[in-house]
């Protein structure tokens, strides 16, 4: 993959980024500029994790020389370029951190079986790798599972290791994860292209969000359409089943559902009202009665809230919200 245009080093550093920092970035650019970034971030092809993190440091860079250019220029004073600079260090941080889980981790949640037909074709110095950075006790349990004389090489390598190179160690991590969802059949890859510009969507202003829908609905109806159908709103509480319903909002304080459900529809109040215990649902229906009217921003703000405890639960597979797909 070629990571060469400034365009697509940017749709890959938005890529990294959670979706809540991902929004709050994205919603201080143009409508137009957020179009062309979310077009290039549909377009993504998967990436070596050495490829994203020279891609994250090259935008950083980038986007530092344009900032003290502007300060040079005499626009120091602007809170705008303060908080660019702002942005540049959170995205110099991203590079040090988008590999931040332990290596290997996705381990864990393999069973032994699956781990040792996964490394025992492996070079005993690339087994040896992955032995000095699991836990002790796995690493124990696949060495000894070993075959008598591989397991001796891959002691011997182990004692040979000294100062482990972190890009190897990245490499060798790609490469085998790409390697074990072949052999599960997940074939499970990062989440880009429509996913991820639906999130970072999900997670912008309302306003904001159907100014870029329509936007993109006149530029590329097709990409419109899969984005309508996809994006996580306040309204989608009532396609979610009761389980579901429940558990969104055991995630949130009633100082946050009373404004966000003050001028919702009275269908999705009643939804609400009938999923909660007796007690919360008094004090939810005594809070929004009490209340003064609730003005757009403060209302945008508890949605927003809302949206995002929909959006966490269901990248963790916790809950699923059937959609249709947007004429």
């Known amino acids: 993959m070629s990571l060469s245009s400034s365009l697509t080093r940017a749709a890959v550093v938005v890529n990294r ?3 809540d ?8 650019l143009e409508p137009e500029d957020i179009k062309s970034v979310l077009a290039a971030i549909s377009q993504l092809k ?8 020279d891609s994250i440091e090259r935008f950083a860079t980038e986007t530092g020389i344009e900032i003290n250019r502007r300060i040079h220029a005499g626009s120091s004073d602007s809170p705008n370029v303060r908080s660019q600079e702002s942005d540049v260090l959170s995205y110099r941080s991203v590079s040090t951190t988008c590999e931040s889980d332990l290596p290997f981790s996705f381990l864990k949640a393999v069973d032994h079986e699956t781990k040792l037909q996964l490394l025992q ?20 349990n696949l060495i000894s ?4 004389v591989l397991r001796v090489s891959v002691l011997k390598r182990i004692c040979e290791l000294e100062e482990l190179d972190p890009e190897e160690i990245a490499y060798l991590g790609f490469e085998l994860k790409s390697r074990l969802d072949k052999l599960t059949g997940l074939e499970q890859e990062s989440a880009l292209g429509i996913d991820v510009a639906s999130r970072v969507l999900s997670g912008v202003d309302e306003t904001v969000q159907y100014s870029l829908l329509a936007e993109i609905d006149q530029a590329d109806p097709d990409m419109a359409r899969f984005l309508k159908s996809s994006v996580v709103v306040f309204e989608d509480l009532e396609r979610l ?3 579901g319903l429940k558990l969104v909002l055991s995630k949130l304080d009633t100082s946050v559902l009373a404004p966000a459900l003050k001028h ?6 009643i939804r609400v009202f009938d999923v909660l215990a007796e007690k919360p649902t008094e004090l939810l229906a005594l809070e929004m009665d009490e209340m003064a009217p609730v003005d757009q921003s403060s209302q945008q703000s508890a949605r927003k809230a809302v949206i995002k405890a929909m959006l966490d639960l269901s990248l963790a597979g916790r809950i699923e919200f059937p959609k249709q797909l947007a004429g």
Do not use: G
């Open 21 to 28: 920092y991902a929004a709050r970035v994205l919603s201080r």
């Open 145 to 148: 599972s070993l075959d008598p």
């Open 17 to 19: 980024l959670s979706t």
């Open 241 to 243: 089943d009761s389980d």
């Open 264 to 269: 919702a529809s009275s269908s999705l109040q």
């Open 121 to 140: 074709d492996e070079h005993p110095r690339n087994i040896a790798l992955v032995l000095s950075c699991v836990e002790p006790d796995a690493a124990s």
């Open 46 to 53: 998967k990436s070596t994790p050495l490829e994203v993190r």
